[in-house]
């Protein structure tokens, strides 16, 4: 079977060790994990059933509450004080209560005013506020609880800062050539440097040999200080989205107020002051045409004006004389306008005449105009005294509010952004649910603008004939338009000033509008600002919670044109009468300004000569307390005469006219058009309206109407509607009890009421919904009182349970109607939330707290005094009557007295549950609309039964009575069963019910018997399983029952209700006998595993059982976590996130902080462990890089094929780090190399997801009993073992640290949230989830209204999301994300440390341990090695020093690869920029390195893994600090001098000598990374750092692979080639030392045809090493196939660089190899590469197509350089580079490191002279040379390639003449040739090779000549024999040797040398040789003139015979110079130094 395909977690047998087999055969936990989910578990009961809860009060019962020691005990039962009554006194804004306090009120007021009194009483939980619903974990409670978290220091964060680090002082050398000025070479300095560094700190107690049992004791004691004691509040909040269970306690009810504006009257002012004037203010919405507030009347006269008013004045009110007021607006529009009138005492002449002096005379003409004022003055003073008590209109003018908002931030716009207006927005919406409709209009918001303060100087003079409201807003339509008639009229100036800006929250000195005081009120003298009271525009939804008692007057017109006699200048006077007699009439008028508070007349504004006058006046009126049916209004219509006449009255009635207030209890309100009455009314006309035509009386216009008057009252007394009025008029009647009474026009007896009273019952549905609303506590506490309370009807109770339960339901409905706009999240109108929360009582029961005497005791006394009777039978007479017909009436008599009065009594609760169980289906449907409603009424009245009947005290199953349970169960049942049915019909719908479904069990946890609750949600949950298995998308209902399990776990005392202290009865089994004991036993322990244990860490029986709740969340999470569930990202989100939020809630809670008590509440959650480890294949892959997720299960799985992989070998990727290659040093390589394991099926999960899920396993191993999990781990199978250690590492992955530089970029998870999104979207769209409800959801949670607190917890989003909003985010708050994350990463890592400890004690003694210890090592590594923090890895290695101290056997037995990690890991902190972790890494690796030395005496695994380590550290590691490394090594070295024990061994100097080696290889390394850009300079470092590792061939192998990769990098394939040619030798070399194979190379000497640079390749004396020593040349290079890769690299590399002979050499070692493996694949493979290397050889023949390199001699000059100053080398560039190229390069370059005008070119190649350069400067001298050969060598050197390959010669010229110019004439001009022999031969493993030796040779001027014509000659043969012959070419030598213009050249050159034979016999030879020249020169040029005549066509005739001709010439002028003899020749000189024979070093002996 093939490995792959094995599931991961299918058991096996470990072929390792026979004793696991036995005792695992018969396991019974072996399978599957997913296999025992849906199958049964220990009890039979699958998961998909709900287990039969345990009955919870008889457990609480048997158990007796001390058996628990202190803390524990209250977990064990509810706090006693868990529900308590409070009394909240109801708010009151006003200082004064404003009741009415005469004592006669109507039965209405007396209602109202009982209500609007009492106290709210609130049935509290106590400790309802710890639980996840009431006190949400969101992300800013959890920045909260974050503060004082202390930060954890990181290496990553801390790079930034490594310049400013105290331990970095020598930056100053850092920047020269070279770290260390010494070469390598100089060891001696280098161990001077480190035995002069300080060591970091030692760790006491670590050279002390301690027992490991102190050892782990000592750790675990450290590990415990100073951990955060709440793990998830270090992680981010629970998702906002999932939050089912929200709530918040509503809002109590307030008074409304829309957006409040304040405006302050300032100053008013006339161009000509002459008589007083009144100002009117009021809002009008122009575009509903309304009236929107009430009048502020103010009065801004001088002294001087008011005291013209004396006469008529009484001292003014205080509340009178306000100058600001207050306005409300509900709904904000661009319409609404401020509209000011003006009026003046009455005066004779019409308006226009009294406002032509306004208009006409200006200030500046005051005293011209002195005459006219003083007489209008004196008229002014005149009418004033006679007419003061009347007024007439005068002018008006609008202020467009929107105006004002819009501009009053102009001024500094910048200042006045969205922030800073929306506080005010937010304020007001606290105020109430009126605004939400506004949301078009919110452009328009009155409250966040800027105070402006207004100058109106325009005012328009009033028309008589257009005074209505109509007129006006014609007007006000018209003011809107640019060409306003208004504009055209003439205006009367005037100058007003008013302020106008948002009100403040609590203004001072405020009255309300009935005067009252509005708290704060500081002095009651200060000028008071006016409330003024809003008439919205449209409808306002609020219940009534003040008493309130208004009315309103508006006469509007008046028609008396066919009035006869004088009856022009008409006004109305106003009465409120309380009878007919004039004495009656009521102070309750209320004054306007500068009056008396109330009056008991009023007067309408006079209208100047105008029998048909219209009114805009209003009277305000505070209606009476007890209205009766006497009470009226009366108008009285008078005639003032303006001028005085004498005998004339000053005013004169002329009609009356009256309005009665109460018609059939109704106060009457509404437009009337009224007759007038000539004649003073009748007596008893009060009872009558005008309508009735009275005999004898006359009328205005025969009795029609002819005056038009509206009354509107503001009334939380009268609602003002026809079905509400009558039915408070009817049960006012029953409670009074007074009969007959008369309705409308029926007069109602006993016999009809009770008919009346169920019509009007039904008819509630009708009313209006403003009223209803306003009024809703009213209606509510009435229909719960005709509940209770039935009435009593002539002697009968009227049963009117069923009529009052509908109405209920209609108005409950209405009202949630009315309100949609401000549902909460739930569905949930907050007005009736409030309701029930605040409002809602028993009636009659005044709620006495406890203390007082027990009002409702009347049931539980009467039925416990038996009276010669049993109680039984009461009981049962009382159900049977109750419950079989409720609308039953009793009759009188028919039962005792006892039982009628229990019947009077009815308990709400009860009849609540009965009436719903039997209503019909249109009321239930209603009733289910709002199911919430009616369960917290019913959850409050049993809560209020409990408390006020004292009955806490009974044990739970008494409280309630048998038949109420069962109504309850079918209630619940029917219910539940809706939810089911209707989720696909209306799945909002569902959700809304399941949620108040779910809460009402919650609260009957709190009230009822609790196993039966639990046995309520069993039924349940077999309803939703039932149908489960039919629905065709069962994703839905799975959503919903989670929610549902979510609520419930929500409830403040979750763990108690899971009986946390109970243990768990083991399953029933027969005992068992010795046999199956002994078989069961498990991994470690020799005893059967507890079945107890397992139990409590499985989903069994007896855990689901005894933690109901618990069981059902986690059951839930595993039904979702398997493999096969649909619609899965939804539910693993949802289950997970109930988790999380859970455990978040138990952090946060108080109750729960001391340890004991939080380790009893991690045991609920104990499965969660289980669920995790086998989700593990599922969960999102945290661990970057390769590797599966079971990667230590697949290790202790058993017989893991290919287990060979396992051990041995250098992991590659280690090898490759090493090398340098690309995988970071903590490079997660995969822990197993096993094979993969099972393929992840089913849906994975998220990212978040997974991560939630790891956090929550993390916060139960956190939590959780040490003992309890040591025991369960004992108890674990291998694989199980494995799975879980898995987890462990997949928990350090998701935890890791990002670093601070990961918060700024924007996270990846934000990508993955959005893919959950996405699936989301999908599911609705598919139907998961009714998409609309979701719509609606979210569309909910983006309103800006919505419920406040709602609203509010949506914000914050989830910590992903955060991160993606990077744009919001401030510096300090990345800080803090980042402190966070580094304290997450730290608390889960040292989570996953303790458990692991927790392993490691477990698994001991057992015989599998060493597979479980490597697995547990592997993850010690990993925690190690990805990023941690400081405090981590002090914890950490401390761990693994005891890990490695207890268990050497682990690194230094068998897999190398756990040691060379370990080494990589210790090295890497021993570079650590933290002192603290560097004191322990060193600590640790100097353990390490005693232990393998105290096993085997030497350390040499250590040793050379640590050597490895080092070179992959600092080759990849970025921000690798050498320096603190540095510290570290001599820390090492300290304590090997300091450790006594080993004194006399020889380790403390081996420990020495690898010091100081590693400091070698890291001065070396670090100069190749400071080289980095210079690559000759860093491919010297790389050679010198391999040079260095000859005494570990993998090393050296590695960096020479390494060296080849940087060479392929920069284009330098023939040096890449030689580095795989040179690595190849190094394998073959050891391989011939391991085994002598026929067809293996020798070792390096076969290579040597290659190159003869591979000699160095040659093994190290077999004294230092022997390959067969364990972890030496274990690499995979070191195998025959290696070597095969390595000489196929080299080929290839060839291959590229053109060097095809090469190749050839190449493959003469490879193919025995392949012939000996008879791979002839790879043999066909070769041949054909061979053939097309010999076939490009033969195309590119002359070489000329192949360009092999240019060389330049290199020489640099100057201290700067470093190691480089005076050092010459041979430059290999690429060919047909410049001189000017290379130059500039490096002049570039080191200008660059060493700055501007440092660096100078030599130019000339003379030789330097050191001294007389500056030494602050750099000098390069760069010459071209080219490669020079012996003649012997050029005999073999015979081809192009030849003559490229192998160099070691170089050569250079010099010219110069003796008086120091380069050049000059023939005789004088010298030459200097320099040869140059390098180290080694070109191509090398370098591009640059050290010149060993060089030579210099001066040739005389004759000489020169001599080599000048030996070149020429050698031109002309070559372009004569040239094939094909090149005949350009061949034309142009000729024209260069004999052309006229050259002729000067060699004719010159003879004339000079060859005209005299030379004195000196010396020069004789020289003489010679050169005639011997010319002779061959002459020659070749008849030669090459021959050839070119050949090749020349006609047209070149004439050039060819003109060459001849100069040839001709050139032979005769030096035929002369060349026959002179010379004298007898001397005999040769002895051997001179140019004797190329004795030059050996430069023989080349291999070609």
């Not at 226009?352 to 200006?362: A, D, G, I, L, T």
């Not at 349970?965 to 989720?983: H, K, P, W």
């Not at 409830?1051 to 209700?1057: C, G, I, S």
Request: with cysteine; net charge negative.
């Amino acid at each position: 079977m093939a490995a792959a395909e094995r599931r991961a977690f299918a058991h096996k047998i470990n072929r390792t060790v026979a004793s696991e087999v036995r005792k695992q055969v018969s396991r019974e936990r072996s399978g599957s994990p997913h296999s025992s989910r849906r199958g049964g578990s220990s009890l039979g009961v699958p998961l998909t059933e709900v287990v039969e809860p345990l009955d919870f009060e008889d457990v609480l019962l048997s158990r007796p509450p001390d058996a628990e020691p202190g803390p524990l005990r209250d977990l064990v039962e509810f706090p006693c004080d868990d529900l308590e009554l409070q009394r909240q006194p109801r708010e009151c804004r006003t200082t004064e209560p404003g009741i009415p306090e005469d004592g006669k009120l109507d039965p209405q007021a007396r209602a109202a005013v009982e209500m609007y009194t009492e106290d709210w009483v609130i049935v509290c939980r106590r400790y309802q506020h710890l639980s996840a619903a009431y006190s949400p974990i969101t992300t800013e409670t959890q920045r909260e609880r974050q503060k004082g978290l202390a930060r954890q220091v990181f290496e990553q964060d801390t790079s930034g800062d490594e310049r400013s680090g105290p331990e970095d002082s020598d930056d100053s050398r850092r920047c020269s050539g070279s770290p260390e000025d010494t070469p390598r070479s100089s060891g001696a300095s280098g161990i001077f440097d480190l035995r002069n560094l300080a060591a970091d700190s030692l760790l006491p107690s670590l050279l002390e040999r301690a027992a490991p049992e102190d050892v782990d004791r000592r750790n675990e004691a450290q590990r415990r200080q100073n951990r955060p004691r709440a793990l998830l509040t270090l992680y981010p909040a629970p998702d906002e989205d999932e939050a089912v269970e929200r709530c918040s306690h509503p809002e109590p009810p307030r008074e409304h107020f829309g957006q409040r504006i304040l405006v302050k009257c300032l100053s008013l002012k006339f161009e000509i002051e002459i008589e007083p004037i009144f100002g009117i203010l009021a809002l009008y919405d122009a575009r509903e045409k309304k009236k929107i507030s009430e009048n502020f009347y103010f009065d801004l006269n001088s002294d001087s004006m008011k005291g013209l008013l004396r006469a008529h004045g009484t001292h003014p009110a205080i509340s009178t004389l306000a100058r600001s007021a207050i306005f409300s607006v509900t709904y904000p529009s661009p319409d609404i306008f401020l509209v000011i009138k003006l009026e003046k005492v009455l005066q004779q002449g019409d308006i226009s005449e009294c406002c032509e002096p306004y208009m006409v005379m200006k200030e500046v003409d005051t005293a011209k105009n002195k005459e006219k004022l003083e007489k209008l003055r004196l008229a002014a003073e005149q009418f004033c005294t006679r007419l003061g008590r009347y007024r007439m209109p005068f002018a008006w003018t609008a202020v467009h509010l929107a105006n004002i908002v819009s501009s009053a931030g102009q001024p500094d716009r910048d200042s006045d952004s969205e922030g800073e207006r929306r506080p005010a927005w937010t304020d007001r919406r606290r105020r109430g649910p009126q605004d939400r409709a506004s949301s078009g209009d919110d452009a328009c918001s009155f409250s966040g603008f800027r105070p402006a303060t207004l100058t109106v100087t325009n005012f328009f003079k009033q028309e008589a004939e257009r005074l209505s409201d109509e007129d006006l807003f014609k007007f006000l339509a018209d003011m809107r338009r640019p060409s306003s008639l208004l504009r055209r009229l003439r205006p009367v100036t005037a100058q007003l000033k008013i302020d106008i800006s948002p009100a403040p929250e609590n203004p001072h000195f405020c009255l309300s509008p009935e005067l009252l005081h509005v708290k704060p009120y500081p002095d009651p003298r200060g000028r008071p600002t006016k409330e003024i009271l809003e008439f919205p525009a449209r409808e306002v939804y609020a219940p009534h919670t003040c008493y309130r008692n208004l009315l309103y007057v508006y006469p509007h017109s008046l028609n008396f044109s066919s009035r006869q006699g004088s009856v022009r200048n008409l006004t109305v006077r106003v009465q409120y009468m309380a009878g007919e007699d004039p004495s009656q009439a009521l102070p309750v008028i209320f004054g306007k300004s500068s009056c008396s508070e109330f009056t008991r007349e009023a007067f309408t504004p006079v209208v100047y000569h105008n029998k048909s006058p219209e009114f805009y006046e209003e009277f305000k009126l505070c209606l009476p307390a007890c209205v009766t049916e006497n009470h009226h209004l009366l108008f009285t219509f008078y005639h003032v005469s303006c001028q005085p006449r004498p005998g004339t009255a000053l005013e004169t009635p002329v009609g009356f006219t009256w309005i009665p207030l109460l018609q059939h209890g109704r106060l009457r309100t509404g437009p009337f058009c009224l007759p007038v009455s000539v004649d003073q009314p009748p007596p008893s006309y009060s009872v009558l309206t005008p309508d009735v035509a009275l005999p004898g009386m006359r009328w205005v216009d025969g009795h029609k109407g002819v005056f038009s008057v509206e009354l509107m009252a503001a009334s939380s007394v009268h609602p003002q509607d026809p079905h509400l009025d009558r039915f408070f008029t009817l049960v006012h009647v029953l409670e009074e009890g007074v009969f007959p009474f008369r309705l409308k026009d029926a007069v109602l007896s006993e016999g009809t009421v009770e008919q009346e009273l169920r019509a009007s019952l039904s008819a509630l549905r009708l009313a209006s919904p403003e009223p209803l609303v306003a009024f809703s506590h009213h209606v509510l506490d009435k229909l719960v009182r005709l509940v209770v309370r039935p009435p009593v009807i002539s002697g009968q109770m009227v049963n009117l349970g069923r009529g009052a339960f509908e109405a209920m339901a209609h108005v409950v409905s209405l009202v949630h109607r009315s309100l949609e706009a401000v549902q909460d999240a739930r569905g949930h109108c907050p007005l009736l939330a409030a309701y029930v929360y605040y409002a809602f009582r028993l009636p009659g029961a005044e709620p006495s707290l406890p203390g007082g005497a027990p009002p409702v005791t009347v049931q539980a006394a009467t039925l416990a005094r038996g009276s010669g009777r049993p109680a039984s039978l009461y009981l049962a007479r009382s159900k049977s009557v109750s419950s079989s017909n409720p609308d039953l009436a009793v009759a009188p008599g028919s039962v005792d007295d006892e039982v009628s009065r229990i019947l009077a009594n009815k308990l709400l609760h009860e009849e609540l549950a009965l009436q719903w169980v039997v209503s019909s289906s249109a009321v239930r449907e209603a009733v289910l609309q709002h199911a919430w409603f009616f369960f917290q009424l019913m959850v409050k009245s049993m809560a209020l039964h409990l408390l006020l009947g004292q009955r806490l005290d009974t044990p739970r199953k008494l409280r309630f009575p048998g038949r109420f349970l069962d109504d309850i169960t079918a209630l619940v049942g029917s219910v539940g069963m809706e939810v089911i049915t209707r989720v696909h019909k209306d799945a909002e719908l569902a959700e809304r019910l399941n949620a108040s479904l779910a809460f009402f069990l919650s609260d009957l946890l709190s009230l009822a018997d609790r196993g039966f609750v639990f046995n309520l949600v069993r039924a349940h949950y077999k309803q939703v399983t039932t149908r489960l298995h039919s629905t065709p998308n069962p994703t839905v209902l799975l959503t919903l029952r989670m929610d549902f399990t979510r609520i419930l776990c929500s409830h403040e005392h979750y763990v108690t209700l899971n009986l946390p202290c109970c243990p768990l009865s083991p399953p029933a089994s027969p005992s068992p006998s010795v046999s199956s004991t002994t078989s069961q036993s498990s991994t470690f322990s020799s005893q059967a595993p507890d079945p107890k244990v397992t139990s409590m860490f499985e989903l069994s029986g007896p855990f689901r059982q005894q933690h109901f709740l618990a069981g059902l969340l986690l059951t839930e999470l595993a039904l979702a976590l398997e493999p096969e569930a649909e619609g899965a990202s939804l539910l693993h989100k949802k289950a997970i996130s109930a988790v999380h939020s859970l455990l978040c809630s138990h952090d946060t809670d108080p109750r729960y902080a001391e340890a004991p008590v939080k380790a009893r509440v991690a045991e609920l959650y104990l499965p969660l462990l289980s669920l995790a480890r086998d989700t593990l294949p599922r969960l999102h892959d945290f661990v970057e890089g390769p590797g599966q997720r079971s990667r230590l299960a697949s290790l202790l799985d058993s017989d893991t094929e290919g287990e060979g992989d396992i051990g041995g070998t250098i992991n590659p990727s280690v090898a490759m780090a090493i090398a340098g290659g690309p995988l970071a040093p903590g490079s997660r390589t995969s822990i197993s190399q096993g094979p993969p394991t099972a393929s992840r099926s089913g849906c994975p999960l998220s990212a978040e997801s997974s991560r939630t899920l790891l956090a929550c396993a993390l916060w139960v191993l956190k939590n959780a009993e040490p003992a309890l999990l040591q025991r369960w781990a004992a108890d674990l199978a291998l694989p199980q073992l494995g799975r879980l250690l898995d987890l462990l590492y997949l928990c350090l992955a998701a935890f890791e640290y990002k670093g601070k530089k990961a918060f700024e970029r924007i996270n990846s998870l934000t990508f993955k949230k959005s893919l959950d999104m996405k699936a989301r979207l999908e599911e609705a769209i598919l139907g998961t989830i009714g998409a609309r409800q979701e719509m609606v959801r979210r569309s909910r949670e983006r309103s800006p209204f919505g419920n406040q607190e709602n609203v509010r917890w949506r914000k914050s989003i989830t910590h992903w999301k955060q991160t993606s909003d990077r744009v919001d985010k401030t510096k300090d708050e990345m800080e803090h994300e980042a402190l966070v994350d580094g304290n997450l990463a730290t608390e889960a890592s040292l989570v996953v440390l303790d458990t692991l400890e927790i392993i490691v004690q477990t698994v001991m003694l057992s015989e599998a341990r060493e597979s479980v210890l490597g697995a547990v090592l592997k993850v010690v590594l990993y925690s190690l090695g990805s990023a941690q923090s400081a405090l981590f890895l002090q914890h950490g290695l401390a761990t693994q020093r005891a890990l490695v101290s207890k268990f050497p056997e682990l690194l230094f037995e068998e897999d190398t690869e756990l040691c060379a990690d370990l080494c990589l890991r210790l090295l890497r902190h021993c570079g650590s920029r933290v002192s603290a972790v560097r004191t322990h890494a060193s600590a640790s690796l100097y353990l390490l390195m005693r232990q393998n030395f105290e096993i085997g005496h030497n350390f040499a695994r250590v040793k050379m893994q640590v050597t490895m380590s080092l070179s992959s550290l600092v080759g990849t590691t970025q921000n690798f600090s050498e320096e603190h490394l540095r510290r570290s090594l001599k820390t090492i070295l300290t304590y090997a001098e300091e450790d006594v024990g080993l004194r006399d061994s020889t380790f403390a100097e081996q420990v020495q000598d690898l010091m100081f080696n590693l400091h070698m290889i890291l001065t070396d390394t670090v100069k190749m990374k400071e080289h980095q850009e210079d690559p000759e300079m860093l491919i010297d470092l790389m050679y010198r750092i391999a040079r260095g590792y000859q005494g570990s061939p993998d090393l050296r192998l590695t960096w020479l692979q390494n060296m080849a990769g940087k060479h392929a990098e920069l284009g330098n394939h023939a040096e890449a080639a030689q580095c795989m040619v040179h690595a190849a030798a190094l394998v073959a070399e050891y391989l011939a030392l391991l085994e002598d194979s026929r067809h293996l190379p020798v070792g390096c000497v076969s290579f040597q045809n290659i190159s003869s640079n591979v000699l160095e390749e040659s093994a190290v004396s077999d004294d230092v090493l022997s390959p067969d020593e364990e972890g030496f040349c274990s690499g995979k290079h070191f195998t025959e196939l290696g070597l095969v890769g390595l000489l196929e690299q080299a080929a290839a590399y060839f291959t590229m660089g053109g060097l095809y002979e090469a190749v050839n050499e190449v493959y003469k070692n490879l193919i025995p190899i392949l012939e000996a493996h008879r791979d002839y694949k790879k043999l066909a493979a070769v041949h054909g590469k061979l053939q097309e290397a010999f076939t490009k050889i033969m195309h590119q023949s002359s070489g000329w197509e192949r360009v092999f390199g240019t060389y330049f001699r290199v020489g640099f000059y100057g201290a700067r350089f470093g190691d480089l100053d005076e050092q010459e080398f041979v430059y290999k560039e690429p060919s047909i580079t410049k001189l000017a190229e290379i130059s500039h390069r490096l002049e570039e370059f080191y200008t660059e490191r060493f700055g501007d005008d440092v660096v100078e070119i030599i130019k000339d190649s003379n030789p330097v002279d050191k001294s007389k350069l500056d030494p602050q400067k750099a000098y390069i001298q760069i010459t071209y040379v080219e490669p020079h050969f012996d003649t012997y060598e050029l005999k073999d050197r015979v081809t192009y390639f030849d003559r490229n390959y192998g160099l070691r010669a170089f050569l250079f010229c010099t010219p110069f003449t003796p008086d120091g110019r380069a050049h000059g004439e023939l005789p004088e001009q010298h030459k200097r040739k320099t040869l140059l022999s390098t180290e080694h031969a070109f191509p090398y493993i370098k591009t640059r090779i050290r010149v060993c030796h060089r030579e210099e040779t001066v040739l005389t001027p004759v000489e020169v000549a001599i080599e000048d014509m030996q070149k020429k000659t050698r031109e002309l043969a070559f372009a004569t024999e040239q094939d094909p012959p090149d005949a350009k070419m061949l034309q142009m030598v000729l024209q260069g040797s004999v052309g006229p213009t050259v002729n000067q050249g060699p004719l010159e050159v003879a004339q000079v040398f060859l005209a005299e034979i030379p004195e000196d016999p010396k020069l004789f030879r020289h003489h010679n040789k050169l005639r011997l020249c010319f002779k061959d020169f002459c020659k070749k040029c008849e030669d090459a003139l021959r050839k070119n005549k050949a090749l020349i066509g006609p047209d070149q005739k004439e050039y060819h015979r003109e060459l001849e001709r100069h040839y001709c010439r050139l032979r005769e002028a030096l035929q002369p110079l060349l026959t002179q003899r010379l004298p007898q020749l001397l005999a040769p000189p002895p051997a001179s130094l140019r004797n190329s024979l004795n030059r050996a070093s430069f023989r080349r002996t291999d070609l």
